[in-house]
């Protein structure tokens, strides 16, 4: 079992940068996948990304990619989601979530997929 918190949230104007961080307990971190998430107020939550256990293969939804990179160090039991280039839009709590068994790339975006959460970070970008 794994246990998540976020860190790192916060408001920044639209163009700005964030760094969240997803820290895990446990020594075998790094058998997990982890995934990011967010959810905007009345929105569904929404697939962000995801990295594989060795940080070796990284996807991004289109929505973010070339805004935003997840990263990883096992050694600090952390993953990183770099947010770059904010827009008003990426207003949203973040979440992060932790999967030993996922089977792909289509099975990484869904929420059902994980049994790990973390409770959630607000991320707020002002126009």
């Known amino acids: 079992q794994v246990q998540l918190v976020e860190s790192g949230g916060g408001l920044v104007q639209a163009g700005g940068s964030l760094k969240l961080s997803c820290a895990a307990s446990?020594?075998?971190?790094?058998?997990?996948?982890v995934g990011w998430f967010r959810q905007a107020p009345g929105n569904e939550r929404e697939f962000v990304g995801v990295?594989?256990?060795?940080?070796?293969?990284?996807h991004h939804s289109d929505a973010v990619k070339g805004r935003f990179t997840i990263s990883r160090d096992n050694a600090k039991n952390t993953v990183y989601l770099q947010m770059s280039s904010l827009k008003p839009e990426d207003t949203a709590t973040y979440f992060c979530?932790?999967?030993?068994?996922?089977?792909?790339?289509?099975?990484?975006?869904?929420?059902?997929?994980?049994?790990?959460w973390g409770q959630g970070t607000q991320v707020t970008v002002s126009s």
């Open positions: 446990g020594r075998t971190f790094s058998s997990y996948a």
């Open positions: 979530a932790a999967s030993a068994g996922l089977k792909g790339i289509e099975d990484s975006k869904k929420e059902s997929s994980y049994p790990y």
């Open positions: 990295i594989t256990r060795s940080g070796g293969l990284v």
